[in-house]
């Protein structure tokens, strides 16, 4: 699996955009990016994913560069309920069976 | 709802003792994971099975073992529970098929060893 660096930490204004990076240099052309967070004392909940294109539904942008070697997270209105840890990794969509190592994650503190 | 179900949220349990967490998942999912999560090294995988009776070493199997005897089952077992296993553990499946929405997490179970 291709390893992913982000901050270790980030703090956002209420009501702005929160931009998340992610590094991933070494992501493999069939390996998809995404993106999970993880409010206090529950399990990471999936936000979105892509591949090539950039993705928005309707909790988050995600842009991805056109060499793919980075990404990023875009909370476009940032609320206090979006305090989370927020992890970036990278695994195939489909196909056998997936081993997938979840690192440490950027800390986003939105501040009132 | 679709969900990944943890049988206890807060579990103390006592040196030496046999410790088993137990998962459950709705899904139909192939996969399913074992992580424990401490402060400030993230998300660790400890065991993962793509299948009924197979099991995979994560990066931190030493001290657990795994049990898979039905697809919507998987046991995380502490055979004799030590104070440095005291953590956040986590359950989580995938599908094979379709990676589509990725992982779907349990909501963690807070073991405590004293």
């Known amino acids: 699996d291709a390893k992913t660096t982000q901050p270790t930490s980030m703090d956002c204004a209420e009501g702005r955009a929160a931009n998340l990076p992610c590094n991933h240099s070494?992501?493999?052309?069939?390996?998809?990016v995404y993106w999970y967070r993880q409010i206090h004392s529950q399990g990471p909940q999936y936000i979105i994913h892509?591949?090539?294109n950039n993705e928005t539904n309707e909790m988050a942008s995600l842009i991805i560069t056109e060499d793919r070697k980075s990404s990023t997270l875009i909370l476009p209105h940032a609320t206090l309920r979006d305090t989370a840890v927020y992890y970036c990794?990278?695994?195939?969509?489909?196909?056998?069976?997936?081993?997938?190592?979840f690192g440490t994650g950027t800390k986003l503190q939105v501040i009132p | 709802d679709v969900k990944v179900t943890q049988s206890s949220r807060y579990l103390v349990k006592r040196t030496g003792e046999k410790v088993f967490l137990e998962c459950v998942q709705d899904?139909?999912?192939?996969?399913m994971f074992w992580y424990r999560q401490d402060p400030g090294l993230g998300l660790r995988l400890i065991y993962f099975?793509?299948?009924?009776?197979?099991?995979e070493k994560g990066d931190i199997p030493e001290g657990y073992s795994v049990s898979r005897e039905k697809k919507e089952r998987f046991s995380l077992i502490l055979e004799s529970a030590s104070t440095n296993q005291t953590s956040m553990y986590l359950c989580?499946?995938?599908?094979?098929?379709?990676?589509?929405?990725?992982?779907?997490f349990g909501s963690g179970t807070r073991l405590t060893v004293v």
């Open positions: 099975s793509y299948d009924v009776k197979m099991k």
């Open positions: 989580a499946s995938s599908s094979l098929l379709t990676g589509g929405y990725g992982y779907t």
């Open positions: 892509g591949l090539k």
């Open positions: 070494t992501i493999s052309g069939n390996e998809y």
């Open positions: 990794i990278v695994r195939p969509n489909s196909g056998g069976y997936q081993k997938v190592t």
């Open positions: 899904m139909d999912h192939e996969n």
